[in-house]
């Protein structure tokens, strides 16, 4: 374990992840369904936006989870998205999610498969990798996101349901300056 890590809590490892990752970039993702291994190809344009403690946002999402303390969260980000299918060019999704962060939990207003609000457990294996478990509706998501230099990130998703693992999904992000 890095002196940074040791150094700092896991709400500060996040704030410094946010902001690391603030700005626009490419993703170029694969999935891969299991276990008959059909893959799907997308393209996304992603905007990260770092969002302070006590801003608007932050105090929303609170107000959705039901948190007494609707100040509490120490820092978040507000993701918004546009994909398309890279072989059919077909728009598949475009949407926005918020992310905010209080006491070693990650809190989201939305989940990858749900509408609904979700939480996730974060932990880190270095300061630029971000390791996250999501669970509900009987699904887990297990998710790394890897800063890679201040150009490159790289995620990686596993969704399990029932003990079995049905899907991954690759990405490679590219920071568009």
């Given at each position: 374990?890095?002196?940074?890590?040791?150094?700092?809590?896991?709400?500060?490892l996040?704030?410094?992840?946010?902001?690391?990752?603030?700005?626009?970039?490419?993703?170029e993702?694969?999935?891969?369904?299991?276990?008959?291994?059909?893959?799907?190809?997308?393209?996304?344009?992603?905007?990260?936006?770092?969002?302070?403690?006590?801003?608007e946002?932050?105090?929303?999402?609170?107000?959705?989870?039901?948190?007494?303390?609707?100040?509490?969260?120490?820092?978040?980000?507000?993701?918004?998205?546009?994909?398309?299918?890279?072989?059919?060019?077909?728009?598949?999704?475009?949407?926005?999610?918020?992310?905010?962060?209080?006491?070693?939990?990650?809190?989201?207003?939305?989940?990858?498969?749900?509408?609904?609000?979700?939480?996730?457990?974060?932990?880190?294996?270095?300061?630029?990798?971000?390791?996250?478990?999501?669970?509900?509706?009987?699904s887990?998501?297990?998710?790394?996101?890897?800063?890679?230099?201040?150009?490159?990130?790289?995620?990686?998703?596993?969704?399990?349901?029932?003990?079995?693992q049905?899907?991954?999904?690759?990405?490679?992000?590219?920071?568009?300056?």
């Open positions: 374990m890095t002196a940074t890590l040791q150094l700092l809590s896991p709400d500060n996040m704030d410094v992840f946010f902001r690391q990752s603030a700005g626009c970039w490419s993703s993702r694969r999935y891969y369904t299991l276990p008959d291994g059909k893959t799907q190809e997308m393209k996304s344009a992603i905007e990260i936006t770092f969002l302070e403690q006590g801003c946002e932050l105090r929303e999402l609170a107000r959705l989870h039901e948190l007494e303390d609707e100040s509490l969260m120490v820092c978040g980000a507000k993701v918004t998205w546009d994909t398309q299918n890279s072989i059919l060019g077909k728009q598949m999704s475009h949407g926005v999610t918020s992310f905010g962060v209080v006491d070693g939990v990650m809190y989201r207003d939305r989940g990858f498969a749900t509408g609904k609000p979700v939480t996730a457990s974060f932990s880190f294996t270095n300061p630029e990798t971000l390791c996250l478990r999501t669970e509900y509706d009987g887990v998501f297990e998710e790394e996101i890897r800063l890679v230099g201040s150009r490159y990130r790289t995620r990686q998703t596993v969704m399990t349901r029932a003990g079995e049905k899907m991954i999904g690759q990405y490679l992000e590219k920071r568009v300056e």
